[in-house]
C-alpha cells in the first residue's frame, strides 16, 4: 500500500508532520499513521498559549485499535487549535494533511525543522 506523503513538510518519525508557512509550523499526523490508528475517536490538545518542547508529547490520539501520544515537532507557543477535531475527530482519518491538522506553533526557532525527516526519508522509514 502506497501512502500520501507531501514533499512541502517534514516528519518525525512518531509519524507528526510540521508545515511551515511564514512563520507558523502547522502540526497534525501522517496518512500512514492515521491508517495505522483505523477509526480516530478522540483527539486531546494543549491550549492555545500553551508552550511545547521538541519532541516531547503535546497531546493524545485515540482509535478504536489504539491509544498514542503525539509529538511536537518543533519548541514554541500553541498559537491555534482545530477544535473541529473535538467533535469531529475522524477528520484525521479523511484529511489528515488538510482539515485534520491539529495545531499551529509560533517556534522558537524553525531551523528545528532541519533536524526532521524529509519526505523521502519518511518515506523509507515507513517502506
Do not use: C
Not at 17 to 46: H, M, N, T, Y
Not at 60 to 81: C, M, N, Q
Amino acid at each position: 500500500m502506497t501512502f500520501d506523503v507531501p514533499d512541502d513538510r517534514r516528519y518525525l518519525e512518531s509519524h507528526e508532520w510540521a508545515l511551515e508557512d511564514d512563520g507558523v509550523v502547522r502540526v497534525g499526523i501522517s496518512d500512514f499513521a492515521q491508517d495505522e490508528l483505523g477509526d480516530v475517536v478522540f483527539v486531546e490538545l494543549p491550549d492555545e498559549g500553551d508552550d511545547l518542547t521538541q519532541e516531547e508529547e503535546f497531546g493524545v490520539i485515540e482509535s478504536i485499535k489504539a491509544v498514542s501520544d503525539l509529538y511536537a515537532p518543533v519548541s514554541g507557543e500553541v498559537t491555534a487549535v482545530n477544535e473541529e477535531l473535538f467533535d469531529a475527530p475522524e477528520l484525521v482519518n479523511e484529511d489528515p494533511f488538510g482539515d485534520g491538522w491539529m495545531l499551529e506553533i509560533d517556534p522558537d526557532d524553525t531551523a528545528e525543522l532541519e533536524d526532521l525527516l524529509t519526505a523521502d526519508e519518511y518515506e523509507d522509514q515507513i517502506a
